[in-house]
Structure formats: structure tokens, C-alpha cells
């Protein structure tokens, strides 16, 4: 049980290259999500999903987009990388119930020059 | 907006001393709310949650935390502090939506 796993750990992008995040989990979770990391900000919302073929925005969506096409995966892409989107992303599962909380993954570090 | 407040960005102790790492949430209802640690380049790892169940919560590594509601409070506490205690705690609501909505963390520094 490998519980939320995410690839790759660490990426170098140039600005206005694209990429994708996968988060995989397999404790047959419902709700998956995406967040990103910031020195002094917590952890923000990007996207997240209730269910397969389902998504919604977050807090901070602008410039990602996700989809969720098996229940077990939730991709993260950057299409035109820009500096602001250096950080690091979370991604996270759930059962749709409060007394569980969140699974986190180990992150994933994103530096776009 | 459904906020948490977390009141101090950085808290140093001595080993074998009480942590107290303090937060305040906003809400009109009881909320759930979590305790969640980060260790320097690690994911984040639950420590307790509160779930409208006991106000007195125990969680992992000696951890717990009380929830006051007439003080919209969820303070962590540990009575002694461990050298392996020095980490980012985050304070953590979930909302009517499941979504989580974090604070902007406190760093633990344990002095020897």
C-alpha cells in the first residue's frame, strides 16, 4: 500500500514550457487534490476532484489544469510555465469524510527560470 | 470567509519543555479542524483531528490539542519537547466542501 504517490520529485522548467504532475493514490479514494507550497502561505487549493471525470477550481487555479480520468489519477498541467508557478505541489486524497482527513504525497519541487 | 489563524510564525523551545503552538479559526458553526506536521522536505503528516467528538484531542508523538469554542481556539500542545519535534506545523479546517483550508503554519525550533 503505497498510499499517494507523485511523479516527478523535482523538475527545471524554462518559462513557457509546458509539463504535467501525476499523483496516483490507491486507497480507492474518492476525492483527490492539487496544492501548491509557498514560503510563509501554508498550502493553497489549485484544483481538486470529487470523483473520476470530475474536477473544480480551488483557490488559486489560474494556469493549471487538471483531469482526472481514472479515479486513481489526478494530473496537474502547466501549459505556458511563468517564475510565479515555482513552488512546491501537494497532492492529496481523501474519502469525502472529515474524520480521516488528507493523504498527502511526498511533493513534487518546481523551478521555472 | 472561513479562515484559521495561526498566531505565531515561529515558536523556539527547549528540550524537555511544554510546546505550545497557537490557532484561532473563524466560523459560525463547529467545524473539523486538524493538526497537520511537515518535516523539512517531507509531505505532510497528520498529527490529531477534531471531529465535534471530544474537545480533548490525543494524537501521534505525545501531541494534543483542545478545542474551545467559546475561544474559536485549537491550540497544540506537548508537554516536552523532543529534538525530532522541530518541524512546520500547520493548522487546518475542512469545509462544508471537504476542501481543506490551511493556516499559514508555525516553525518549531527545539534548542538543545
Known amino acids: 500500500n503505497a498510499g499517494v504517490t507523485q511523479t516527478p520529485k523535482f523538475r527545471v522548467l524554462k518559462t513557457g514550457q509546458s509539463m504535467t504532475l501525476l499523483c496516483a493514490q490507491d486507497?480507492?479514494?474518492?476525492?483527490m487534490y492539487w496544492y501548491r507550497q509557498d514560503p510563509g502561505m501554508g498550502l493553497r487549493l489549485i484544483h481538486y476532484s470529487v470523483g473520476e471525470g470530475t474536477t473544480a477550481k480551488g483557490e488559486v487555479p489560474d494556469g493549471y489544469n487538471v483531469s482526472r480520468l481514472k479515479k486513481q489519477n489526478f494530473l496537474l498541467g502547466l501549459e505556458s510555465a511563468a517564475p510565479s508557478q515555482t513552488s512546491v505541489y501537494f497532492c492529496?486524497?481523501?474519502?469525502?469524510?472529515?474524520?480521516?482527513?488528507?493523504?498527502f504525497g511526498p511533493g513534487t519541487r518546481l523551478t521555472v527560470l | 470567509a472561513q479562515s484559521v489563524t495561526q498566531l505565531d510564525s515561529h515558536v523556539s523551545v527547549s528540550e524537555g519543555t511544554p510546546v505550545l503552538l497557537r490557532c484561532n479559526y473563524s466560523s459560525s458553526y463547529s467545524p473539523s479542524l486538524f493538526w497537520y506536521v511537515q518535516h523539512p522536505n517531507k509531505g505532510l503528516q497528520l498529527l490529531l483531528k477534531?471531529?465535534?467528538?471530544?474537545?480533548l484531542v490525543k494524537g501521534i508523538n505525545g501531541f494534543e490539542a483542545e478545542f474551545k469554542k467559546s475561544e474559536t481556539s485549537f491550540h497544540l500542545t506537548k508537554p516536552s519537547a523532543h529534538m525530532s519535534d522541530a518541524a512546520e506545523y500547520f493548522c487546518?479546517?475542512?469545509?462544508?466542501?471537504?476542501?481543506?483550508?490551511f493556516g499559514s503554519g508555525t516553525r518549531l525550533l527545539v534548542r538543545p
Open positions: 492529496a486524497s481523501s474519502s469525502g469524510t472529515a474524520t480521516l482527513g488528507q493523504f
Open positions: 477534531y471531529t465535534s467528538a471530544a474537545t
Open positions: 486507497m480507492n479514494h474518492e476525492y
Open positions: 487546518v479546517r475542512m469545509d462544508s466542501s471537504y476542501k481543506l483550508i
